[in-house]
């Protein structure tokens, strides 16, 4: 392994957060005044918890998450749930507080939102940015993932949400300038509801510069969901000899880690510019989370938009922390609780309610009828999972079969199913294209 946790990893962070000089940009954020109050959701999309130096990988150091976390009465956690595998129903789940098969926002559907097929929010829940404007917040949000759009629901109740033209164009100092041009226009005498979203983990991944320490010159970028020639397609399809195979899989994980500290150096940007105008000072509290993981060779499968709920696609960082200590978290913390503490700071009267909702349509339109699988939390302990044609309780070693599961998680699978086969595959299809998951 590449792993050397010293001096290679100071030169990787120089390389990594040293582009900006925060003070150079022409945005200056307001001075809160008297009435001012933060509440932030910070999004890292696409950040899995086991490849953070936060949760205990070595070769990626995570300053910002572990800072976030070391503040007074900050809660953290390495046994983040995302709500869903993919990014529209996560970001659903988050804003209402509501799991995917409650408040409907996923993939398919009929409703035409510029890329056809996704089924948006629906106007019935109510969101955070909807929840903070009635009670008079400005409403302020920033989006490097172009999912989290007006046209699917998500931009509800802000009176501002900023979206990046394309996946991967607002990386690291483009990410900080777009939020301090729009920071900049805030009333400092009002509190501010702010959403921000971190693409920088999520594909198109960039590059490993050569000379990188802890990376080498294989460690290239790659587009495996764009290219059914390359080597990730035939890593999944089983085409690959076994030492191949496990080439293959570092590749793709050195590129992803390095993906992973450019998240974690933009996470730094942005609450250095929090911390430096003054806006975590007085009352202020933030959650950062991610909306999912990514699969990294796990039996052979890549990428999110899964139904294979392994750990790597729903295992995500959790952290917590405000002007109040944070309350203990539980042994899972998810969508539900996230939405809690940014509401009211409390987790009383908020049972454990975080769960994962797979998409078995997904596995459809990608190819992978093969690998039925589904994951759902129902309560702290236990989590059924089902993957090629076998049940496991707990992660995918203890295996237990499906029909012994309660009565009320094979009924969500059985619901969950049918919607998938109702969709319009054709739409489908192409919405899958406008976001960049097929060819
Ligand atoms: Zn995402």
Same mark, same amino acid.
């Given at each position: 392994?590449?792993?050397?946790?010293?001096?290679?990893?100071?030169?990787?962070?120089?390389?990594?957060?040293?582009?900006?000089?925060?003070?150079?940009?022409?945005?200056?954020?307001?001075?809160?005044?008297?009435?001012?109050?933060?509440?932030?959701?910070?999004?890292?999309?696409?950040?899995?918890?086991?490849?953070?130096?936060?949760?205990?990988?070595?070769?990626?150091?995570?300053?910002?998450?572990?800072?976030?976390?070391?503040?007074?009465?900050?809660?953290?956690?390495?046994?983040?749930?995302?709500?869903?595998?993919?990014?529209?129903?996560?970001?659903?789940?988050?804003?209402?507080?509501?799991?995917?098969?409650?408040?409907?926002?996923?993939?398919?559907?009929?409703?035409?939102?510029?890329?056809?097929?996704?089924?948006?929010?629906?106007?019935?829940?109510?969101?955070?940015?909807?929840?903070?404007?009635?009670?008079?917040?400005?409403?302020?949000?920033?989006?490097?993932?172009?999912?989290?759009?007006?046209?699917?629901?998500?931009?509800?109740?802000?009176?501002?949400?900023?979206?990046?033209?394309?996946?991967?164009?607002?990386? @690291?100092? %483009?990410? &900080? +300038? *777009? #939020?301090?041009?729009?920071?900049?226009?805030?009333?400092? !005498?009002?509190? =501010?509801?702010?959403?921000?979203?971190?693409?920088?983990?999520?594909?198109?991944?960039?590059?490993?510069?050569?000379?990188?320490?802890?990376?080498?010159?294989?460690?290239?970028?790659?587009?495996?969901?764009?290219?059914?020639?390359?080597?990730?397609?035939?890593?999944?399809?089983?085409?690959?000899?076994?030492?191949?195979?496990?080439?293959?899989?570092?590749?793709?994980?050195?590129?992803?880690?390095?993906?992973?500290?450019?998240?974690?150096?933009?996470?730094?940007?942005?609450?250095?510019?929090?911390?430096?105008?003054?806006?975590?000072?007085?009352?202020?509290?933030?959650?950062?989370?991610?909306?999912?993981? @990514?699969? %990294?060779? &796990? +039996? *052979? #499968?890549?990428?999110?938009?899964?139904?294979?709920?392994? !750990?790597?696609? =729903?295992?995500?960082?959790?952290?917590?922390?405000?002007?109040?200590?944070?309350?203990?978290?539980?042994?899972?913390?998810?969508?539900?609780?996230?939405?809690?503490?940014?509401?009211?700071?409390?987790?009383?009267?908020?049972?454990?309610?975080?769960?994962?909702?797979?998409?078995?349509?997904?596995?459809?339109?990608?190819?992978?009828?093969?690998?039925?699988?589904?994951?759902?939390?129902?309560?702290?302990?236990?989590?059924?999972?089902?993957?090629?044609?076998?049940?496991?309780?707990?992660?995918?070693?203890?295996?237990?079969?499906?029909?012994?599961?309660?009565?009320?998680?094979?009924?969500?699978?059985?619901?969950?199913?049918?919607?998938?086969?109702?969709?319009?595959?054709?739409?489908?299809?192409?919405?899958?294209?406008?976001?960049?998951?097929?060819?």
């Amino acid at each position: 392994m590449l792993v050397n946790r010293t001096a290679p990893l100071a030169a990787l962070l120089v390389a990594v957060t040293g582009v900006f000089v925060w003070s150079q940009l022409p945005y200056r954020l307001p001075s809160p005044g008297e009435d001012f109050e933060l509440v932030a959701l910070v999004v890292l999309d696409n950040v899995r918890a086991d490849r953070t130096g936060l949760c205990g990988h070595a070769r990626v150091p995570t300053p910002a998450l572990e800072d976030a976390c070391s503040r007074p009465g900050a809660a953290c956690s390495c046994a983040g749930v995302s709500p869903a595998p993919w990014t529209l129903a996560s970001h659903a789940s988050y804003f209402t507080g509501l799991p995917v098969h409650e408040h409907g926002a996923d993939i398919g559907g009929s409703v035409s939102v510029g890329f056809s097929t996704a089924r948006p929010l629906s106007d019935d829940p109510e969101t955070l940015a909807e929840h903070f404007r009635a009670r008079g917040f400005q409403t302020l949000g920033i989006s490097a993932n172009p999912v989290v759009s007006p046209e699917t629901g998500l931009a509800r109740g802000f009176d501002e949400l900023k979206v990046a033209p394309a996946f991967g164009s607002w990386r @690291e100092g %483009l990410l &900080e +300038e *777009e #939020l301090r041009e729009l920071l900049s226009r805030a009333d400092g !005498d009002k509190p =501010v509801f702010l959403f921000v979203n971190i693409i920088d983990a999520h594909e198109p991944w960039p590059p490993v510069p050569a000379g990188t320490p802890g990376f080498d010159a294989a460690h290239e970028a790659v587009f495996y969901k764009h290219d059914e020639d390359a080597l990730p397609w035939t890593l999944m399809n089983g085409h690959l000899s076994a030492d191949a195979a496990d080439a293959e899989k570092e590749r793709i994980r050195a590129v992803y880690d390095y993906a992973v500290a450019h998240a974690d150096g933009t996470l730094g940007r942005v609450l250095g510019a929090l911390d430096g105008a003054g806006w975590t000072e007085g009352r202020h509290r933030v959650v950062i989370t991610s909306d999912h993981g @990514e699969l %990294l060779g &796990e +039996e *052979e #499968l890549l990428g999110h938009t899964t139904p294979v709920m392994f !750990d790597g696609v =729903v295992g995500v960082p959790f952290v917590a922390f405000g002007s109040e200590p944070a309350p203990a978290l539980p042994s899972r913390v998810g969508a539900t609780e996230a939405h809690a503490l940014l509401v009211d700071w409390s987790l009383a009267g908020h049972p454990v309610a975080s769960e994962a909702t797979p998409n078995p349509g997904f596995s459809k339109r990608l190819g992978w009828e093969v690998h039925p699988g589904a994951a759902v939390w129902l309560d702290e302990d236990t989590k059924w999972l089902s993957h090629r044609g076998e049940a496991y309780l707990g992660d995918h070693s203890a295996a237990r079969p499906l029909d012994e599961a309660p009565e009320a998680l094979r009924e969500r699978l059985d619901a969950l199913r049918s919607l998938a086969s109702d969709e319009d595959e054709s739409g489908a299809t192409d919405h899958l294209r406008a976001l960049g998951y097929l060819e």
